[in-house]
């Protein structure tokens, strides 16, 4: 059993930056990959990025690449979200997520265990 709690959403200005934070209980947390997704209004969930359980391997949506950086600190049983050059189109509920290796990174339906999300605003 994982537990996600993430933190760090707030409301920023078009171009700034944020943090976000998703720690996990659980000894095992090492043992899974973990990913970003987002919700925005009126919209479907959406995958942001993914890394494997070692740190060495990233993934990123297309629409973030190059703007955001997941990140992961096994002994701190944390992960985390770097996002840069915000736009209001970033708006959303992010939620983490936590999954076993082998399973495809962007697949929300492969992730066994999901944080209750916090809200990102970008204002224009």
């Known amino acids: 059993q994982v537990q996600l709690v993430e933190s760090g959403g707030g409301l920023v200005q078009t171009g700034g930056s944020l943090r976000l934070s998703c720690a996990a209980s659980?000894?095992?947390?090492?043992?899974?990959?973990m990913a970003w997704f987002r919700r925005a209004p009126g919209k479907e969930r959406e995958f942001v990025g993914a890394i494997s359980w070692s740190g060495g391997s990233t993934y990123y949506a297309d629409s973030v690449k190059g703007r955001f950086t997941i990140s992961r600190d096994n002994a701190k049983n944390t992960v985390y979200l770097q996002m840069n050059s915000l736009k209001p189109e970033d708006t959303a509920v992010y939620f983490c997520?936590?999954?076993?290796?082998?399973?495809?990174?962007?697949?929300?339906?492969?992730?066994?265990?999901w944080g209750q999300g916090t809200q990102v605003t970008v204002s224009s």
């Open positions: 659980g000894r095992t947390f090492s043992s899974y990959a």
């Open positions: 997520a936590a999954r076993l290796p082998g399973r495809t990174p962007h697949d929300a339906r492969g992730y066994d265990y």
